[in-house]
């Protein structure tokens, strides 16, 4: 359990964010480092955003690393673990945010296409998630988060890799769940619309006006949920949470 009597929840926890250097991953690593985690982030290409997340980190008191890693291969998650470990001291909170998204026709979808959606959405996590399951353990358990999309329940006719490979991952979450238990808590945060410049394109416009709460949630809301799991009653596994403004009602 959390010490909630403390005014840093995560105090002495460590964190692992995979595609933390920017958007949602950024937000999140951020949230767990204002609850007091130490944060250690994965990157691919982004150096220039990792350089100023780590910055952004450092500013308000962090221990932070940024790794830059290749999802794809499990022998580069190993050592990026390892590394995280090593630096941190230990690692309590995994959370497999770096992810694919794209719009394509379904007949357009290519097996190239189709592939990389799978491996970036659903073969990553379950990597990260073995290789992590040993270091959690060693703490004496650790929570696992997922980050899933409203995708995975609605069938958006353009996306059908991208909703099948988070169908996907929100199963393996309920999986996991049951498989890790009882040191290792797994549980997913499911996005809606979620904006990220002021000025909406033509797609976010109708999106929002489809949401009943009218508008595209902030990459800091779905932080917010994040840090929910991190921090809720040890009781809680296996459980999908929605943050859409009520998309997935429509």
């Known amino acids: 359990m959390p010490d909630f009597s403390s005014?840093?929840?995560?105090?002495?926890?460590a964190a692992l964010i995979t595609g933390g250097a920017r958007r949602i991953g950024r937000a999140i690593a951020l949230d767990l480092a204002r609850a007091g985690a130490a944060v250690a982030f994965t990157y691919r290409?982004?150096?220039?955003d990792a350089f100023e997340t780590e910055r952004q980190l450092r500013g308000i008191g962090a221990s932070s690393l940024g790794i830059q890693l290749d999802l794809r291969h499990s022998h580069a998650i190993h050592d990026a673990l390892a590394t995280a470990?090593?630096?941190?001291?230990?690692?309590?909170?995994?959370?497999?945010?770096?992810?694919?998204?794209?719009?394509?026709?379904?007949e357009a979808i290519s097996d190239a296409q189709w592939d990389a959606m799978m491996e970036a959405n659903l073969r990553a996590p379950f990597l990260v998630s073995r290789?992590?399951?040993p270091m959690l353990r060693a703490n004496g358990g650790g929570r696992i988060i997922n980050l899933g999309s409203v995708g995975a329940s609605r069938a958006f006719p353009t996306h059908a890799h991208y909703c099948a490979s988070k169908a996907g991952l929100e199963h393996l979450t309920r999986v996991m769940a049951r498989a890790l238990a009882p040191e290792i808590q797994v549980n997913a945060v499911s996005p809606g619309l979620i904006t990220f410049e002021p000025e909406l394109t033509a797609?976010?416009?109708?999106?929002?006006?489809?949401?009943?709460?009218?508008?595209?949630?902030?990459p800091e809301e779905v932080a917010e949920a994040v840090r929910w799991f991190a921090t809720c009653s040890r009781f809680v596994t296996g459980q999908v949470l929605l943050v859409d403004g009520g998309l997935s009602l429509v």
């Open 7 to 13: 005014p840093l929840p995560l105090a002495g926890k």
């Open 45 to 48: 290409k982004s150096a220039a």
């Open 85 to 106: 470990h090593a630096a941190l001291g230990r690692l309590d909170i995994i959370v497999n945010n770096a992810g694919r998204y794209e719009d394509v026709p379904f």
């Open 131 to 133: 290789e992590a399951a």
């Open 203 to 218: 797609w976010e416009r109708k999106m929002a006006a489809r949401t009943p709460m009218r508008r595209g949630g902030k």
